[in-house]
């Protein structure tokens, strides 16, 4: 990992990946690849940190929990926590604070199950640098990757599990925290199912995270307020009521951002933006150079975004034949998946499957459950002659085997690899004690 040369800090001063591009590294990335410069693990640090900056820190204390990418009171807390101890200044520009002013607090929801771009892990890799998440992904609002036009995920494609990206007390950026597994795939699924409004999307919130680094000033709400204000004066002659009917708000809601100090939600920035054909980032930064109302009847991306009326969706037929024939076709499959994972695929519930086609649902079930030991019990094979390696050293230096001494000896993605550690642990040290060499 690149370090900043000669710097005095507390912690490894590590180089943000990204930085000024659309593919900048989210803070949450940074603070898990910063425990795995420190071989700790994520719990560890995050524990260190909080009772550091923080008066008290809740014995259920998870950090993943905590929007760090956001632009809330976490990001601002953490990013200036970690700026203080790795002497990397800005750090805020791995999170969404640099647009506080001109979005609402709640109006930029996060997504706390994990989305990641199989291609991008994997070219990462490929390249030789370390895979990284993107601030991008954090955004609920960006659903594929604008660079390989995928759809992002949240599960592994390996064990098919969700929240598998960083939801752990173990964390090693590009690796599954469930079964291990590199979470890098070259899928050639492109374009598939996606909208041409999601492209748009992530391409708007990919160019504003690229713009923020090089912000002269912070975006201010005023300046947001005077832009809004010109567009509806020249694209509905002041009227703000047809102004909120293009983009798909109430005309309260205009009101509000007008005559109080209300604030537009990201998403009502992107309707704007597409509405009247000027771009998120000039939205935003109140940029109006060389900005023209779109000619009447012009096509525009926008008009994607232009609210549909709800309309009852029909209840769905199920054909349990065709089910039950892609389920002995899932059975086929050289990596077993489980009944969950069926069920996605198959868009119904697994409760619906062991109703209705019990036997090879089971079937599906024990052949997973079956490969998953097996995986387990390979991981934990590969995984001993380091555990036991590290064991000797720590007992040879009179210290107790525990799980802050071996993280500091034994590769992070050995450690992630491995199910029930301390247990294991335990058994590491009881067969070191009976052997010889330790009597």
Known sequence: MDKIKNPRSVLHALEPIGLGTAEVESLLSYFCR?????????????????????????????????????????ALTWSGALSALTSVPRLDRLTFLPWKDVIAQNGLPILSNGQFCLQCLAEDQASGRTPYFRLAWESKLVSVCNKHRVRLTTHCPCCGKDKVRHAAALVVPGWCTRCGAFLGSETHDHLANIKPVELWRSRQIGALLAAQDQLGE?????????????????????????????????????????????????????????????????????????????????????????????RRVPSRELDWGEIEHQLQRFLLLPTPISVRE??????????????????????LGERYMAYRKRRRQANLNAAMPHLEAAGREVLSEGKALNLREMTARVPPQVLSSVQGLFDVLRDVQANIELSPNMR
């Open 218 to 310: 912070l975006p201010q709400r005023q300046h947001l307020i005077d832009v809004v204000r010109h567009i509806i004066e020249e694209m509905d002659g002041g009227q703000s009521a047809r102004f909120a009917k293009r983009v798909g708000v109430a005309k309260a809601t205009v009101h509000y951002w007008l005559q109080t100090d209300k604030t537009p939600t990201l998403e009502a920035c992107l309707a704007m933006a597409s509405q009247s054909g000027i771009s998120l980032t000039q939205l935003l930064t109140g940029d109006l150079h060389d900005w023209k109302p779109p000619a009447e009847g012009q096509q525009l991306a926008l008009a994607l975004f232009k609210p549909e009326p709800r």
């Open 342 to 363: 069926a069920a996605r695929r198959l868009e119904v519930e697994p409760r619906q499957l062991y109703l209705n086609s019990n036997r090879t649902a089971r079937q």
């Open 34 to 74: 910063l425990a795995v410069s420190h071989s700790t693990s994520t719990l560890s640090l995050s524990r260190a940190v909080a009772r550091r900056f923080e008066h008290d820190v809740e014995e259920q204390f998870d950090w993943y929990h905590r929007q760090l990418s956001g632009m809330g009171e976490a």
